[in-house]
């Protein structure tokens, strides 16, 4: 299944990895310390705070946040270094590259142009994928295809 990558529905996802993983709603209850029903909720709601999403992902052996860092690297507007940020500032924060791409965005990427949604160039503009990029992408990947 191809996620949508810019609708993330963080229930229902945490809802499919605990069917994955077989787990059943007493022990997650016990370790977020909460009831059945706070449980249904938190699997019914498209976002969720931190905290649990943090729980979950620990519970669950699976990084929720890394499908907001796809979102991010797909649909966020390219930074502007020299928007808002006076000369020599810099942050106290850690430093991220944007242009890291997952086996998973990939796989979505090229699902999009082989399915038809989405032209080359279109995936070319609307992610900002160098065109070098998405063309070794392809050419890569359909090669893994004809050896299956």
Known sequence: MILDLKNIHIGNLIRERVAEKGMDSF????FLKCTDSEWEKIQSQKSLDIEIVLR?????EYDFFRLYSQHLILYAPPANAHYNNPANKTSSLPHYRKNIY???????VLEQVESGNKTKSQIIAE???PKTTLYK???KYNHLKKDK
Not at 102 to 108: Q, Y
């Open 27 to 30: 022990r997650i209850c016990k």
């Open 56 to 60: 979950m992902s620990t519970l669950l």
């Open 102 to 108: 997952t086996k998973e965005m990939v796989d979505f």
């Open 137 to 139: 992408w392809i050419s």
């Open 127 to 129: 992610y900002r994928i």
